[in-house]
């Protein structure tokens, strides 16, 4: 299946998810002094994903999908609740006793749960079908 996919093409794939994280995510963090530290995301899921690929001798292949898959994993999840962030994140600097809004945080919570469970289905999946 598509884990088949030679490393090159995974790399080539990784590379995209990466840009397509800088550029989301660069749109997604309205706080300017957030926009900055946004670009870690890349360099800490690099280092954590790869980690675990090493440390469970995993094909490139699969190591570069979990990295992809999380790369895209963060805008899908915080785009559609940015404009909330943002309030929220400025109504905390003024009085941090405000609450987070009430949308915001099951959104994120069921979002970030299901993508999950579809990566690692999808993972699962492709490491059955390439055995």
Request: proline residues 5%; contains cysteine; glycine residues 6%.
């Amino acid at each position: 299946m598509f884990l088949s996919l030679s490393t090159s093409a995974w790399m080539l794939i990784a590379a995209g998810a990466t840009v397509f994280n800088l550029a989301a995510m660069q749109w997604i963090i309205q706080i300017p002094k957030y926009r900055k530290k946004q670009f870690w995301l890349p360099v800490i899921g690099a280092v954590c994903v790869g980690a675990r690929g090493v440390a469970e001798s995993h094909a490139w292949a699969d190591t570069l999908y979990l990295y992809a898959a999380t790369m895209v994993m963060f805008p899908l999840l915080l785009a559609p609740v940015r404009g909330r962030i943002t309030r929220d994140h400025y109504r905390w600097v003024e009085d941090p006793t405000t609450r987070t809004s009430k949308a915001a945080m099951p959104w994120l919570v069921t979002s970030l749960t299901i993508m999950l469970v579809v990566i690692g289905v999808v993972w699962v999946i492709g490491r059955k079908s390439g055995a």
